[in-house]
C-alpha cells in the first residue's frame, strides 16, 4: 500500500527565513500527492497536490513543492516564513487499495518564531 | 458556502453511553469519510462510503458504526464508547473519492471518554 513518511516532527525557523517540510512516500504506481494544513481548531485545509502533470507543484501561500521520483521525495518549501504559517501539515499519499482513502503522515508542527 | 459541518464540536462522555456525531456536506459529494486524529499517530481512517448505502470499514473501525441512508449526512456511531476512544474526529467528503479529488474536512469533533 502507499505510505508517505513526513522526517522531523517539530521543526522551527524564524521570520523570513526558508521553510523545508520534508516527505518521502513509498508507492509502486505513480503516486497521487497531497500536502494539508491544518491551524489550530480547524480542520484540514488542502494546500497542494501532484498529479503528474508538472513535478514543481505551486499551493496556496506561497507554498510549493517539487516531486522528485528518484528520491521518492515530495518535500514542502516556502522561501520566507512568515508568522501565519505556523501550523500542523501533513503529507498524504492517494490509496487506491484501501478505502479509496488519502494515507497520511504523521505532521509536523511549524513553529515560526520573530 | 461549500462546507463540511460536524456536530458536536466538543463532548465529554461517559464510558458505555452511546452517542453519535452527525456529519453533513453541502457539495453533492458522493464520497464521504471519518477520520480520528491522535498525537504522533496522524490521521486514520474509521468508515469510509463510496454512496448512498455503500459503507466500508477503514483502518481503526472496531468500535464504530456508520449509515448512510442520504447523500448529505454521514454520521459516525459509537455504540458503547470507552476511554481509548477520545480523541479528535474528523469528517471528509470528496466528489468520487478516486484519484485527486481534493477531500473536503469539517472542523473536528473533540470526544473525551471517562
Known amino acids: 500500500a502507499q505510505s508517505v513518511t513526513q522526517l522531523g516532527s517539530h521543526v522551527s525557523v524564524s521570520e523570513g527565513a526558508l521553510v523545508l517540510l520534508r516527505c518521502n512516500y513509498s508507492?509502486?504506481?505513480?503516486?497521487?500527492l497531497f500536502w494539508y494544513v491544518q491551524y489550530p481548531n480547524q480542520g484540514l485545509q488542502l494546500l497542494l497536490k501532484y498529479t503528474s502533470a508538472a513535478t514543481l507543484v505551486k499551493g496556496i501561500n506561497g507554498f510549493e513543492a517539487e516531486f522528485k521520483k528518484s528520491e521518492t521525495s515530495f518535500h514542502l518549501t516556502k522561501p520566507s516564513a512568515h508568522m501565519s504559517d505556523a501550523a500542523e501539515y501533513f503529507c498524504a499519499v492517494y490509496n487506491s487499495n484501501s478505502g479509496y482513502a488519502l494515507n497520511f503522515g504523521k505532521g509536523t508542527s511549524l513553529l515560526v518564531t520573530p | 458556502e461549500a462546507q463540511v459541518t460536524q456536530n458536536p464540536r466538543y463532548l465529554i462522555t461517559v464510558t458505555g453511553k452511546k452517542l453519535t456525531v452527525t456529519c453533513s456536506q453541502n457539495m453533492n459529494h458522493e464520497y464521504m469519510s471519518w477520520y480520528r486524529q491522535d498525537p504522533g499517530l496522524g490521521l486514520r481512517q474509521i468508515y469510509y462510503s463510496m454512496n448512498v448505502e455503500v459503507t466500508d470499514k477503514g483502518d481503526v473501525p472496531e468500535g464504530y458504526k456508520v449509515s448512510r441512508k442520504e447523500k448529505r449526512n454521514f454520521p459516525l456511531i459509537l455504540e458503547s464508547p470507552s476511554p481509548n476512544q477520545t480523541s479528535l474526529y474528523f469528517c471528509a467528503s470528496s466528489f468520487s473519492g478516486r484519484g485527486s479529488g481534493e477531500l473536503f474536512f469539517g472542523e473536528g469533533s473533540r470526544l473525551t471518554v471517562l
Open positions: 508507492s509502486s504506481v505513480p503516486p497521487y
